[in-house]
Structure formats: C-alpha cells, structure tokens
C-alpha cells in the first residue's frame, strides 16, 4: 500500500483530478446555460454528466499509465484497486445520477409512489393558452375562458388523454419548442389558438400539431358573433377529436354540441367567475379572500339565466369551498351548496361539475364517503379527463381509509395534470400521513418546481420536515419569503404562528394573532378553530393571565352560544372544550374535547381523526391529566395514518407538551419509533 501511495505522488493523480473536476465543473455551467436557451431535454444534459463522469475515471487510469513518461509497470495489485474504483465510481454514478435536480422534479412523483411511466398515446392533447390579441387588455378573461371551455369539451372525450387546464395555463400561447412541452405533459398533440374580442364580434385562430413531427394537423380561423361562440366551440371538439381519430360516444356528442345558455350577457358573468375560482383553486393562500368574488358572479349569472345549469353547478362548487376553507361552517352555506346543485341537476341531470358539487356536499358537509363517492363516479362518467374530479376521489377515499385506492386517484389525477403543484402536493400529505416522509419530501419538491406560488409548496414541505426532522429552518426561510400585510401572509397565517409557537417566540406570535382579521385558523386537516383562541394560548405562554382570561371567557360564552346552531360540530366541542380548560373548568373542558372525537372517530375519517386525539391529548395537559394526555399520544402514534399530525420530532419540539417533559411514560415515547 505504500508503494500504491508513492505511485499516486509520481504520477500526480491527484492533480490530474482537480484540473479535470474544475474543468468539468466549468464546462457543465456553459452547458446549462445553453440547454435553458435552447430548451433541451433533460436526458441530454444528463447524457453529459454522465460522459464526464465516465471520462473522470478514464483521466485517472490514464494518468496512471502515463505518469512518469509512461516508463513504469502496474502491479496485479493496483490493477485490482484501479477496477475497484471505476467499478465503485460507475456503481455510484448509476446510483445517483438520475437524482439530479431536474430529473428529481420528473420522477419524485413516481417515487412516491404516482403514475407509472407509460408510452405518449397517439390520442392525446394539451390546449395551451390562447393568446389575447384584443385591444382591450381586459379581456384577457374571454380568451382564458375560450381556451377552458374548449378544453372541457374536449375533456369529455373517454377516447383522449386531454391535459386539464392547471398545467397547461404554465406555458406560453406560442413556445418555442412545442416538443418539450408535449413531453412535459405526456401528449402528442398542442392545440394552439388566439382570440381577438371587440364589442360583439370575436376572432379565433386555432391550430392543431402533432408535436412529435412539429406538422400540422388542422388548422381553422372564425370570425364569428360572440352568440355563436358555442357553435365556434363545438366545431373546434369536432375537428379536433376527427384529426385524432377519437371515437364519439352519443353522450359525448351531445356535450360537445351543447349550448349552456342563451345570454352572452350571463356568460360573460359565468367567465369572469371561472377566472377568480380558477385562481382561489390554484392558490390556496388566496382561497377565502377570492372565492367569494367567483360567488357573485355565477350569482348574477345565474339571475339572468334562472336555466343556466352550468353557472349552478360551479355556484354549488364554490359554495363548498368557503364552506370547507375559509371556513364557513354554516348551514346555511351547505344549504345554498345543495339548492344550487339540486337546480343545476333538475336543469341537466347528467352535467358533471353538479355532481362533483353534490360530492362535495356529501363529503364535506356530512363526511357521507359512500354517497360522495357515488357522485363522483357520475362526474367522471361526464368528464373522464378530469382532474379535479380524481383529486376529490383521492381525498374522500384517504378519509375513508382506503389508502391504496387513494393513491390510485392522485395518480391518475397527476397523469391528467402533470404540471400542477396540488396533484403533487396531495400524494405529499398521503405520504406524510404514512408517515412516509421522505417520499412527501420528494412529492412537494416536485410540487414546488411547477407551482405558481413557491410559497404554497414552500409552506406543507417545511411542515412535513418538521414532523420528520423536527427542523424549524425549512419554515422559518418559507415565512421570510412572504410579504407581511399581503393576502398570501393572511392565508399562511396559522403556519406563521405556528413557527413563533415552536420557536417559543410568544411576543411574535401574540402580534400575528393580534394583527390577523380572520375568525378561524384551519390546520392542514381542515380543523378549523378560532383564531382568539390561540391569541389566548400565546397569552398564557408570555405570563399574560389576565388577558387570556378574558379572551377565555368571550370565547366560552360564543362557542356556546354557536353550539345551538350546530351541536354537531366537532370544531365547536374543541373550542369549548380549550375556552373551559383556560377557566378551570376540568370537566366541561375533558366532556367536550371526548365529544369532539367521538362526532370524528379515527373509523369516521382517517386523515383527520388523529388530528382531534392529538387535540385531545393537548387538553388533557391544560387540564393536568398527564397520565391520560400520554396515554392518548400512544395511541394515535400506534394509528397507521396519523404521521400528519404527531410524530417524535414534533413532540419534542412542540412547548404545548412541556408539562410532561420530566415523565419517564413521556420519554419513553420519544423514543418510540411507530
């Protein structure tokens, strides 16, 4: 060995190494500069890395034998060490080469596990956005809708993969390399189009291309009426399912030729809806603040046309969402949701987005999976390309506890919508509920190279490092990245709380919650508790008695008075139950956190059931039941679906648990790996 060691000082390997490492390092740097410009594939690039890491041992062996002007002999032995190491090095390379940023962003999906990698099928089809040539700018909403209508035209097609609209909406009207796009998005032809509004008449140039052969398929202007819009519509489903060679079911057809209304004045209204939701649902931060903007208008739109069922059915959809998240817990607001789905369906009994409506109802309203799921199912016989209706399967199933099938559905619903943040970030939390968490890291990782709003990926991926790794640093650096006082501040509110809580700066958090005007925080679970509640908690963690009691009592005599609306609110026991704990009223406070947890059992919803134990376990501290808090702590860690809502690292970071810090049963479970 230490003639190996002489031979590597004679023929100056070492040297050798680092001329070629800063070369390579330096070439691969001009290389991905040119690979951006020119939009080449990853492969490629991957291609090169791998040609100068093969090249790298290949310099050394080289060196080897010619160090020394090429006088000297090899051993067997250094033969034997020299094979080692390319064998080693190649093995390695084979390894972790595929784990480069960009080709993590297209596998950490698979690998958690999602779609499988399947052949581009012929039929398929990406509609990007169309371009608006008005001269009026703000009628960028009239193009944006001519694109979405067209596409859930086209998305009705059992016989096409069509791509939904979250994906698409992330290129330009016109790229450059239509190729890379369609690879991206796992089609083999990009309908291309640009309209061009004003007053009445419309202009829609469109084009179909294979991307494959950058030829094209078909290709069509109209100048038409904007009330013949619809027929413009239908055509283009026509021609295009015609280029493609799908087979037109009847049903089909007759979708495709239908007329949602008469009124170009209610469909106006529908449009500019459909651009706020499309913005509330892509952006959950904006959720509460947007969504009712979208209410107001499928409103008006409906009161002009009272059998414009399409405009009920996503008024229905709307009014579930800021029932689920903004949170609007009210009756009267799933009332609203079912009148205006039920209408839609009397109007049109096979119209999709109703009964996605009436899914929501079921599953949000009444966690009733089984009448959820059975709406879900006329969804997507209405609209088998679409992705949202995957994603509420996936969901409603994760709750009922069929995991394996909810996987499935985030699958397919990624295979629909390869570019969105919210398919990725949903196999995220099934992961993370698994406790699975490097598979959710590598989930919203992905998420986060396709999203729109780094923040909203930045945030659930910083939460689930906390749970793994109990780290705080991934968090504290997603909330530097947010604008105080904007509405993405406002929607990450409880997250940024969260950071002040575990960190222990109780100053900070007081002043969030003092500043913040929403009523309830909703946890990644959805459970939606008042925000007054946890300014109270950080009152009483800064030695501020007197100002938690006060806020204790208001929220006891509210909660109560709350209860006789809805007695059946597991949220409102919860909120109870914490207000009495905070006045030292231990029964009251431990009656009300059970019958939090018996209105959602563990059997009743697995995704959020372990979050209410967990709640309850946090009572029964505040209360002084130590021996009961742990006790429920083991029992949720012993659930197979609860690692979204405790976990070791968080009990050790967590102040909520300090009481019990010093009890062996405590230590013992952090020890604990379930």
Known sequence: MNDFITHL????????????????????????????????????????????????????????????????????????????????GGGLLWHFAPMSPKATMATSVAATPSAPVTAIPAKSIAVLPFENLSDDKTNAYFASGMQDEILTRLAGIRDL???????????????????????????????????????????????????????????????????????????????????????????????????????????????????????ANDQSALTAAVTPRAIALYQQAFAKDPNFALAAAMLSQAHMTMYWFAPDRTDARLADAKAAADRALALQPDLGP??????????????????????????????????????????????????????????????????????????????????????????????????????????PRAYSIVLWKGDLLPLRTAVDSINAGSEDYAGN???????????????????????????????????????????????????????AQSLYTELHTQMQAAMQQRPDDADLHLALGFAAAGLGLKDDAVREGRRATQLIPYSRDNYSGPFYLVWLANLYVRVGENTQAIDTLRQTLALPSSGGAISPALLQLDPAWDPLRKQPDFQALLRETP
């Open 161 to 279: 993969k069509v791509i939904s609209r979250t994906s698409t909406q992330q290129y330009a009207s016109h790229p450059p390399n239509l190729k890379i796009v369609a690879e991206q998005l796992g089609v083999a032809t990009v309908l291309e189009g640009s309209v061009q509004k004003a007053e009445n008449k419309v202009r829609i140039n469109l084009q179909l291309i294979d991307a494959r052969s950058d030829s094209h398929l078909w290709a069509q202007n109209y100048d038409r009426d904007v009330k013949d819009i619809f027929a413009v519509q239908s055509d283009v489903a026509e021609r295009v399912a015609d280029a493609l060679q799908a087979q037109l079911l009847p049903a089909e057809s007759a979708r495709i030729a239908s007329v949602p209304t008469q009124d170009q004045q209610a469909y106006d209204l529908y449009l500019r809806a459909n651009a706020y939701f499309n913005r």
């Open 493 to 547: 509110a409880l997250s940024i709380f969260q950071l002040r809580w575990w960190s222990r700066d109780y100053v900070a958090a007081i002043k969030l919650a003092e500043t913040q005007s929403a009523a309830n925080w909703v946890d990644q679970s959805n459970v939606a508790l008042p925000r007054q509640l946890y300014l109270a908690w950080a009152y009483a963690a800064a030695d501020e008695s007197a100002r």
């Open 9 to 88: 000082k004679q023929r100056k390997l070492v040297q050798w190494a680092l001329a070629y490492i800063a070369a390579a390092f330096a070439l691969l740097q001009g290389i991905d500069i040119v690979a951006n410009k020119f939009n080449w594939p990853d492969s490629l690039e991957r291609i090169f890395i791998l040609a100068l890491a093969v090249g790298f041992f290949v310099t050394l062996v080289l060196a080897w034998y010619h160090g020394e002007r090429g006088a000297q002999r090899v051993s067997g032995t250094e033969l034997v060490i020299l094979a080692l190491l390319l064998a080693v």
């Open 354 to 459: 109703a009964h996605l409506g009436l899914a929501l109802y079921w599953y949000w309203g009444h966690r009733d999976y089984v009448q959820a799921l059975s709406q879900v199912d006329l969804a997507r016989k209405a609209s088998p390309n679409n992705a949202m209706v995957e994603m509420d399967a996936g969901a409603i199933e994760r709750r009922a506890g069929r995991w394996n099938e909810a996987i499935a559905s985030f699958q397919r619903a990624v295979a629909l919508d390869p570019r969105s943040s919210l398919c990725a970030d949903q196999l995220g939390f099934a992961n993370m509920s698994l406790r699975r968490y490097a598979q959710a890291d590598q989930a919203f990782a992905h998420a986060l190279t396709v999203t729109q709003d780094p923040t909203d990926e930045l945030i």
